[in-house]
């Protein structure tokens, strides 16, 4: 049965506003004909009639009406059906023969009557869509998302049937979900329900090739089914000898969780790890509780040589600073004249050294001097007193990064270094005072700097800031060069005051490590902890941050962000948070399935450090495969919260006394109404037309204007 009628027609204009327009537009056209005498009364009342329509109508449509058309209709009640179509019913096992049972089962339900009844078929594994082409290719099972399409169609349906495994790997737990729905629910179990306990070692993610004095991070993945609420220690084994052991909690019925073992290497040589978990009695097997790795650690000492030509204190004090870090060789020689030198020949080092300092320089004419020349190793220079004269030759300007004029003398500084703001890495010093800190020796010259060089530290005289530079740094794109223009720094290591020694040390520390670092070394590498990840698993990515000097660096802000493959515009962006000495990590979250470009920039006081690039894959999801076992526990609590019936004994026969206790014998009449805007119809300024074109033709007839 259908009914039409006009419900209103504006919801703010009321009915005799509407009847006002109609009589003041029935008056203007009276009054605007009714001093026509020559016209017969019937043009002049069709006149009147039709300029009064015309006028009406357009008024009514700039009120902008509507009106409801209402439908009822007598339909039979409505079942809801919603069929699991996720991956972990494919499997067989057990009793369970997979997805030929699960059709069968599926082919008797289709069979069973359920007379007086309408069926809405859906499929659902994480979304759910109104379809019945069953492909078991679900990659999760969110059943909260079924739960809330039932919520938001409760008056269309009676009921519904959930036929699943009851096993939820996405989303909220279902149960809360079934609290707020005011209709029965009727779970038909399908599946397996043997438990099959078991814990596995599922991968292992290490560097196969690693450095002394550096530290490894080993990432172990672990899996387990069938121990809720249970522990296992997770063991890091070297030679066959505990070295840490790790406890992890299992939190559900199966589950899949990341932990990290971290070992530092102070030695070179192959290194024979395992990982052990041992195994418990109720296992299903043993045999993926322990798997073995072997790191390769090599040497990574910086290699020093120190070649001196002048015989002053500052030279051993140099020394002593190299030589306190044991992740430096130093290699000492002293040129005696005559290509002849005390401790190590330079031309018959068996390898290039990574860096060579200088404390003064050789005569131009001598070998050395060309043996200099010819090294593409960095440099660090010290000024010393009986050769000050060589650095105004111009055959040294472009290794010192500087040369000094006509050299008349030497003076006594002091550092100046509290108003200096030049981001250095050599100048991370701290905030001290140099005015109570020894004095140095420079010449007394004027120093030209090269195109490249940079001076960091400059001296104040007599008080009184100069332009003569005390620390010169030149980054060049095969090499770094350092030079250092003042003398008698042996007085800061014998200084009584701590943080007189405490500032040399660091301030050369520094010197000796940014100059040895290569200029195109990678301060930053960020990667994934696993090659490939799955749509279930949250992406976690660490980085490895060393600074300029080639140091572990710990107090960095490190920012990634994420992109799709093909875009530039990023998804997210994050904060790595730092874990110890060089390391950082960042937990992503879930992401579809798809290559992903992750882009990382480390900063510190406002200078980038270092960039890096990697990418992650996304495949499908496993974590169906994982638990198949059925969860019957679930489905039950679901039709017990929502008062339906769960059926586990698949006996289909028992649904219909079940639905028809739900309905009486009259039949459901339902109501629909749709709205009719007359504003968005054309046939209304059609009318118009007609009703204007029809005046116009008469008043033509009686040949009025």
Do not use: C
């Amino acid at each position: 049965m259908v009914s039409q009628f006009i419900q209103g027609i504006s919801p703010v204009v009321p009915l005799i506003l509407i009847l006002f327009i109609f009589l003041l537009s029935l008056f203007i056209a009276w009054w605007t004909y009714q001093y026509l005498e020559s016209l017969s009364q019937l043009k002049k009342r069709t006149l009147i009639l039709l300029r009064a329509s015309s006028f009406f109508i357009l008024v009514i449509l700039l009120l902008n009406p509507y009106l409801l058309l209402e439908y009822s209709s007598d339909d039979s009640p409505q079942i809801a059906i919603y069929i699991d179509d996720s991956q972990s019913l494919s499997i067989e096992r057990g009793d369970y023969q997979g997805m030929t049972e699960y059709r069968e089962l599926l082919n008797r339900f289709n069979q069973t009557t359920l007379e007086g009844f309408e069926k809405s078929t859906f499929l659902f594994s994480d979304t759910v869509l109104q379809e019945d082409q069953l492909t078991l290719t679900g990659t999760r099972t969110n059943i909260n998302n079924v739960l809330e399409h039932i919520r938001l169609n409760e008056n269309r349906f009676k009921s519904a049937i959930l036929i699943s495994d009851g096993i939820v790997t996405q989303g909220r737990n279902p149960i809360f979900g079934a609290q707020n729905l005011t209709i029965p629910v009727i779970t038909i179990p399908v599946g397996d329900t043997t438990q099959v306990k078991d814990i596995a070692i599922a991968g292992i993610e290490y560097s196969q090739e690693t450095y002394t004095f550096t530290g490894e991070t080993i990432t172990v993945e672990v899996q387990q089914e069938g121990f809720l609420n249970e522990s296992s220690d997770v063991q890091l084994l070297l030679d066959g000898e505990i070295l840490e052991t790790k406890n992890i909690q299992y939190p559900a019925t199966s589950s899949s969780q990341i932990l990290e073992f971290y070992h530092e290497f102070n030695e070179p040589g192959f290194y024979n790890f395992q990982i052990n978990i041992p195994p418990k009695p109720e296992e299903f097997t043993d045999q993926n509780n322990q798997t073995s790795f072997t790191i390769e650690v090599q040497d990574d000492k910086t290699s020093i040589l120190s070649l001196s030509f002048d015989i002053h204190p500052d030279v051993s004090t140099i020394r002593r600073i190299i030589s306190s870090d044991q992740q430096n060789e130093l290699i000492t020689s002293t040129w005696i004249g005559n290509n002849r030198f005390l401790g190590n020949d330079p031309n018959t080092l068996a390898e290039e050294p990574d860096l060579i300092v200088l404390h003064g320089l050789p005569p131009i004419d001598s070998p050395i001097f060309q043996w200099i020349e010819d090294q593409q190793t960095p440099f660090l220079i010290f000024q010393s007193p009986n050769t000050t004269q060589l650095f105004s030759e111009r055959e040294f300007a472009e290794l010192t990064g500087y040369q000094l004029g006509s050299p008349t003398g030497t003076i006594d500084v002091q550092l100046d270094y509290q108003n200096n703001s030049i981001q250095h890495p050599i100048m991370e010093l701290g905030i001290i005072e140099t005015n109570r800190f020894p004095t140095l020796k420079m010449a007394r010259s004027d120093y030209n700097l090269s195109a490249l060089a940079q001076p960091l530290l400059v001296s104040s005289f007599e008080r009184l800031e100069n332009d003569f530079p005390v620390i010169i740094v030149t980054d060049a794109s095969n090499r770094r060069i350092s030079s250092v223009s003042a003398y008698g720094w042996y007085r800061f290591e014998q200084s009584p005051q701590p943080e007189v020694r405490q500032f040399f040390k660091t301030l050369f520390t520094n010197i000796i490590s940014w100059t040895s670092t290569s200029s195109d070394r990678r301060t930053l590498q960020i990667h994934p902890l696993k090659e490939f990840y799955t749509e279930n698993e949250i992406i976690r990515v660490r980085g490895e941050l060393y600074n300029e000097r080639g140091e572990p660096e710990p107090e960095a802000q490190i920012e990634i962000s994420v992109y799709q493959s093909d875009q530039d515009t990023p998804i997210q962006s994050f904060v790595m948070s730092h874990q110890q000495n060089e390391i950082y990590q960042a937990d992503l979250g879930n992401y579809p399935i798809g290559i992903y470009r992750l882009n990382a920039i480390a900063t510190r006081n406002e200078r980038i450090i270092g960039t890096a690039e990697s990418r992650v894959n996304v495949s499908e999801s496993i974590i169906e495969y994982i638990n198949t076992k059925r969860d019957d526990s679930t489905l039950r609590l679901i039709s017990e919260t929502t008062s339906g019936i769960m059926l586990g004994d698949l006996n289909f026969e028992r649904l219909m006394p079940f639905l028809n206790s739900l309905t009486n014998e009259e039949t459901d009449q339902r109501v629909s109404n749709n709205f009719y805007y007359l504003s968005r119809s054309g046939y209304w300024f059609l009318l118009v037309l007609i009703l204007l074109s029809t005046e116009w033709l008469i008043r033509r007839s009686a040949s009025l204007p």
